[in-house]
Structure formats: structure tokens, C-alpha cells
């Protein structure tokens, strides 16, 4: 079994910061991109940014500037540190993680179970 743990969210003020970090453990051969998603009440999950094994990045045009992603290739661990938090950022945030057969910048071969951030003063 693959598991991605996840940690770090919780209620932040307006304007406020958070770190989410996500490990992956288990049996895992090999991974490349990892990433996290959202998902608010209503709208569809979307994914904020990610990073691949490579450091190729990709994030959502919402978070430009407010978010920077990062990982550790050998603890196997992506870190999401999120600033100048908005309401529109309250979600379910969920890690994810690409075996190491694909290249691509949206992970979908692993998924944690999410953790809540609420944006709210």
C-alpha cells in the first residue's frame, strides 16, 4: 500500500500563512510529480501546484505569488507553503503523487485524505 500522510492545515486568519507538508511512505518503487489539490464546497477540485522529481512546477493562476511549492526527493515529501491567505481559499486540500512511470504536472496515481484550511477572521 502507498500512503501519503498529510499535515498542516487548520483555521487561519485573512492575510494570514500556512504550511502544508505531505510524505509519502509504503510501497513505493519510484515517484515523480507531487502536488496538492482543492476542493471547496460546490466547486470542483482543482489543482493548486505541484512539482516534479525534475523541478518542473506548475500552479494555479488563483495562487500566483501567494504560494510556493518544494520537495524532498529523498524523504519523498512536498512541502505547499501557503501567504496572504483569502476566504476563497477555505477547501479541502488534498496531497498527490505520480509513480515514477509518468511524466506529467497533474499527480493523480496517489492520493491522501485530505486536510482542511479555512480562511476565515
Known amino acids: 500500500q502507498v500512503q501519503l500522510v498529510e499535515s498542516g492545515g487548520g483555521l487561519v486568519q485573512p492575510g494570514g500563512s500556512l504550511r502544508l507538508s505531505c510524505v509519502a511512505s509504503?510501497?513505493?518503487?519510484?515517484?515523480?510529480?507531487m502536488g496538492w489539490y482543492r476542493q471547496a464546497p460546490g466547486k470542483q477540485r482543482e489543482l493548486v501546484a505541484s512539482i516534479t522529481s525534475g523541478g518542473r512546477k506548475a500552479s494555479a493562476d488563483s495562487v500566483q505569488g501567494r504560494v510556493t511549492i518544494s520537495r524532498d526527493n529523498v524523504k519523498k515529501t512536498v512541502t505547499l507553503q501557503m501567504n496572504s491567505l483569502k476566504p476563497e481559499d477555505t477547501a479541502v486540500y488534498y496531497c498527490?503523487?505520480?509513480?515514477?512511470?509518468?511524466?506529467?504536472?497533474?499527480?493523480?496515481?496517489?492520493w491522501g485524505q485530505g486536510t482542511q484550511v479555512t480562511v476565515s477572521s
Open positions: 498527490a503523487a505520480d509513480s515514477g512511470l509518468n511524466d506529467r504536472l497533474f499527480p493523480r496515481d496517489y
Open positions: 509504503g510501497s513505493i518503487f519510484s515517484i515523480n510529480a
